[in-house]
Nanobody, 122 residues
Framework: QAHLVESGGGLAQAGGSLRLSCRSSGRTFSSHVMAWFRQAPGKEREFVAAIRWGTGMTYYADSVKGRFTISRVQADETMYLQMNSLKPEDAALYYC???????????????WGQGTQVTVSS
C-alpha cells in the first residue's frame, strides 16, 4: 500500500511562487496517473493538474494553465507542482493523489496524501 506525503506548502505573496512535492513510499508504476487537487474552506475539492507517470503527459485545470507546472522524477518516486504567479484564489489545502486512470474528478483516485496548506497574501 502506497503512502503519499506532500510538502512545500506555506505562505507566499500574490505574484510569488511555491513548489510542492509529493513523495510516494511505494512503487509508482508507469500505468499510474498522479494528480494534484486542492480544497479551499467551504468549497469542493477541485482538480489542479495531473501527470501520467510513464509518459509524462500532463493535464491542467484552466485556472492554473500557464502558471503551474507538474513534473515528476521517477527514480525518486516524487511528483512536483511548481506554482508561479500565485493568486489569492490559489490558497487551499493541496493534495496529491494516485489513480489508474486520468480524471478531473476525485472519485477514481484511491491513494491520497494528508495535504499541504498554501496561503497567498494579497
Amino acid at each position: 500500500q502506497a503512502h503519499l506525503v506532500e510538502s512545500g506548502g506555506g505562505l507566499a505573496q500574490a505574484g510569488g511562487s511555491l513548489r510542492l512535492s509529493c513523495r510516494s513510499s511505494g512503487r509508482t508504476f508507469s500505468s499510474h496517473v498522479m494528480a494534484w487537487f486542492r480544497q479551499a474552506p467551504g468549497k469542493e475539492r477541485e482538480f489542479v493538474a495531473a501527470i501520467r507517470w510513464g509518459t509524462g503527459m500532463t493535464y491542467y485545470a484552466d485556472s492554473v494553465k500557464g502558471r503551474f507546472t507538474i513534473s515528476r522524477v521517477q527514480a525518486d518516486e516524487t511528483m512536483y507542482l511548481q506554482m508561479n504567479s500565485l493568486k489569492p484564489e490559489d490558497a487551499a489545502l493541496y493534495y496529491c493523489a494516485r489513480s489508474n486512470s486520468y480524471s478531473t474528478t476525485p472519485t477514481p483516485y484511491y491513494y491520497w496524501g494528508q495535504g499541504t496548506q498554501v496561503t497567498v497574501s494579497s
